[in-house]
């Protein structure tokens, strides 16, 4: 199958992927290009971002999360669009375990046989840079480095300085980006702040993308993107006939999924039925819920305010409807949130109180399923993603844990996926066609509804 795609990838965190990502973005689609963007690694924050300037929903392409078959396979399923732009993470080599080019950008390039630009911040280097492109060139005997994009250039000197150098390296330049306050994106502890909580801040990246746009060589950087080889067409899965409804949580403090899950999901008969804990007064009718990461402490007050959303969701979980939750969906279901020295009060299905902490959780996690629950039938190994600035405290003695972490920090003592009732909430994230977790827990939702 024929793709025209491109990696967009950074010598480090911080030197402005996302934006330049949008910026491209833009620039194709001024050129009547439909484009489909795709972010490397767990993140959810930076997806949001290229979202609101391709008008498209974001796919992540993670080799831990996925596994190389499965990210193949969503990379051509979702690639169907005129291009597809794929973002990197980190640094480009920077993969798991440090020294691992494990599911790095570059193993994730390599993958799909994509070619990359090397995104350099240029603001305390001239010839320097040469150095650095070089030794990225040179770090890997096939780099897949097809140019590269100085950013954060302080003058026209500094510009001539830089292209003098980076000529005796022979990688052209495809976009030489001034340096401008007006161009930097605000950040919070989790990382950028999401597109969906702010108008302004929408309306800030589509200016930033079309500011940097005019920066870029499109013309250069279209012709690397129809250079790239064909990829083998995958299986298409049977898709099954709705059966049963799951109520997705979704708002300003929960927007934390993967693309893919909610499509697992609508596949294995799930119709999706979309609500806000803080806005909404009721659950739509449904046989299940399904409640992501986010920000609920940030909006803790309003969450706290919606007594009703919150007593019908224990009410529910009371029941034995099926409800799973992540994260920001396990923080909503203790009993309080503890942030900035304002508690709020929260579901209480779990009698415990969450903390928000200085200190950041940051792993991908690897484990075992040791109890049955409402996504998986069977003991087995899991493998999945936590980030978060939370623990909980006062958890009772007696808690009921699903997952047993050999990897990652879990909930208390590398346990993970707190079960009550026929809810389980965890702070790891999973991608569920890492297993079949998607089919299990739509069948669990269609027994609920037949009670």
């Given at each position: 199958m024929k793709i025209p795609r491109l990696v967009l990838a950074g010598t480090t965190s911080g030197v402005g992927k996302t934006s330049i990502t949008c910026a491209l973005i833009h620039a194709l689609q001024k050129k009547g290009f439909s484009v489909q963007p795709f972010k490397v690694g767990p993140d959810y924050i930076d997806p949001s971002y290229l979202s609101s300037i391709?008008?498209?929903?974001?796919?992540?392409?993670?080799?831990?999360?996925?596994?190389?078959?499965?990210?193949?396979?969503?990379?051509?399923?979702?690639?169907?669009?005129?291009?597809?732009?794929?973002?990197?993470?980190?640094?480009?080599?920077?993969?798991?375990?440090?020294?691992?080019?494990?599911?790095?950008?570059?193993?994730?390039?390599?993958?799909?046989?994509?070619?990359?630009?090397?995104?350099?911040?240029?603001?305390?280097?001239?010839?320097?840079?040469?150095?650095?492109?070089?030794?990225?060139?040179?770090?890997?005997?096939?780099?897949?480095?097809?140019?590269?994009?100085?950013?954060?250039?302080?003058?026209?000197?500094?510009?001539?300085?830089?292209?003098?150098?980076?000529?005796?390296?022979?990688?052209?330049?495809?976009?030489?980006?001034?340096?401008?306050?007006?161009?930097?994106?605000?950040?919070?502890?989790?990382?950028?702040?999401?597109?969906?909580?702010?108008?302004?801040?929408?309306?800030?990246?589509?200016?930033?993308?079309?500011?940097?746009?005019?920066?870029?060589?499109?013309?250069?950087?279209?012709?690397?993107i129809q250079t790239a080889p064909s990829l083998k067409t995958t299986v298409k899965k049977i898709h099954k006939k709705p059966k049963t409804t799951i109520a997705v949580a979704l708002d300003n403090s929960f927007n934390f999924y993967y693309q893919d899950n909610l499509k697992a999901l609508k596949r294995e008969g799930a119709n999706l039925k979309f609500f806000s804990p803080v806005l909404d007064k009721k659950v739509p009718r449904c046989d299940g819920i399904y409640i992501g990461g986010g920000f609920p402490e940030i909006l803790g007050k309003a969450l706290e305010k919606n007594m009703i959303m919150r007593k019908k969701i224990k009410k529910l979980s009371e029941e034995n409807v099926p409800i799973y939750a992540e994260c920001g969906g396990l923080m909503y279901l203790t009993k309080s949130i503890d942030y900035g020295k304002k508690i709020s009060k929260m579901v209480g299905i779990f009698d415990a109180q969450t903390k928000m902490t200085k200190k950041m959780k940051l792993n991908y996690t690897k484990g075992n399923i040791i109890l049955k629950n409402i996504i998986s039938e069977k003991k087995h190994t899991l493998q999945g993603h936590e980030f978060h600035y939370s623990k909980l405290e006062s958890i009772p003695s007696d808690s009921k844990f699903a997952y047993e972490l050999k990897i990652g920090d879990g909930i208390k003592n590398h346990f993970d996926g707190m079960i009550q009732n026929n809810t389980l909430a965890s702070f790891g994230h999973l991608y569920f066609d890492s297993s079949n977790y998607a089919e299990v827990f739509v069948k669990n939702c269609i027994k609920s509804s037949r009670i």
């Open positions: 391709a008008r498209k929903d974001v796919f992540n392409l993670d080799v831990w999360l996925m596994g190389k078959d499965h990210l193949l396979e969503s990379f051509v399923t979702n690639s169907k669009s005129d291009i597809s732009i794929i973002e990197g993470v980190m640094g480009y080599y920077d993969g798991f375990g440090g020294d691992s080019n494990f599911a790095s950008t570059h193993h994730v390039a390599s993958l799909t046989k994509s070619s990359t630009i090397l995104v350099i911040d240029a603001s305390k280097a001239a010839r320097s840079i040469a150095a650095t492109a070089l030794g990225f060139v040179k770090f890997h005997s096939n780099s897949r480095i097809k140019g590269i994009i100085l950013n954060k250039i302080g003058s026209k000197k500094h510009e001539i300085l830089c292209r003098k150098a980076i000529e005796k390296t022979k990688l052209p330049i495809l976009g030489v980006i001034p340096k401008n306050s007006e161009l930097d994106l605000q950040s919070r502890h989790l990382g950028l702040i999401p597109t969906k909580e702010d108008v302004a801040l929408r309306q800030k990246i589509q200016k930033i993308s079309k500011i940097i746009s005019n920066s870029l060589d499109t013309e250069k950087i279209l012709q690397i």
